[in-house]
Structures are given as C-alpha cells and as structure tokens.
C-alpha cells in the first residue's frame, strides 16, 4: 500500500495526489526537497508522525533514506519500530539483514518481530530478484 504524508499538516494521502486534500500544500512525491523535509522532520517527530514518515520514506524508495531508518529501529515506541522494519524491507538493501535478524530475536514486542520477519522475507525476496537480474 503506497501513502504519502504531508510534511505541512502531517495528514496522509494517497501517492498519486501532488496536493495535500487536507492543508492544499503542495508536496511533489518525486522532488528531493520533499525528501530532505521528511528526513529534517523525522527527528523531532512524534512517534505517530515518525511512524508516517518511515512510510512515506518506503513509498518514495530512496536510498537515501536508508540510516535514517536504521536509527529508528532503537526507538522505544513499537509502532515506530514496526514501520522502519517494513520501510527497511521494502527498500531492499540486504545489508541490513544480520540487524533486522538481532533485532527480531531481542525484542518482546510481537508486533515487531512479526514486522521484522516480513521485512526479512522481503529483503530475501529481493536478493532473488537481484541474482536473477544478472
Ligand atoms: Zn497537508
């Protein structure tokens, strides 16, 4: 499921829409600086807009993303956690496997060690793609 999050009002939209239904804004899926404002935002974030944001980082696919989304996975709150571990599997970057493995066999939460083994079937999924690309 692919949404996007208004950086302006922190409401979530569906990707095609170049204009937030909720605050008008503009927000251009494709334009680095509505990256940059995602990634600027993240930090300081609530933990439901950190939870936004990790999926509208997933939507977009950047690489850059990436560290950004390996710091959330030390976030206390649960939900965060659950969407970089879904955010990190559908970047596709196997790297950070032997992580999400650690991460899933630390926690007690069930939420994230489900997440965390979607992410891991994901990634795995994609390491397939990759081999028989070549
Ligand atoms: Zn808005």
Known sequence: ???LVCVICWSEMPSER???TCCGAVVDVASPAYEKSLLKALDAA???HKAQICRALATRGSA????????MLDNPVVLVRVEAL???GE???????PVIEEHAASTESLSVRAAA?????ALAA??????QAR
Do not use: K, W, Y
């Open 126 to 131: 994609f390491r397939v793609d990759h081999t």
């Open 91 to 97: 970047l596709g970057n196997a790297s950070i496997i």
């Open 86 to 88: 879904r955010a990190l």
């Open 18 to 20: 170049r204009t937030c």
């Open 64 to 71: 850059r993303a990436f560290p950004h989304l390996v710091d």
């Open 46 to 48: 609530s933990p439901e």
């Open 117 to 121: 083994s979607e992410a891991l079937q």
């Open 1 to 3: 499921m692919e949404r």
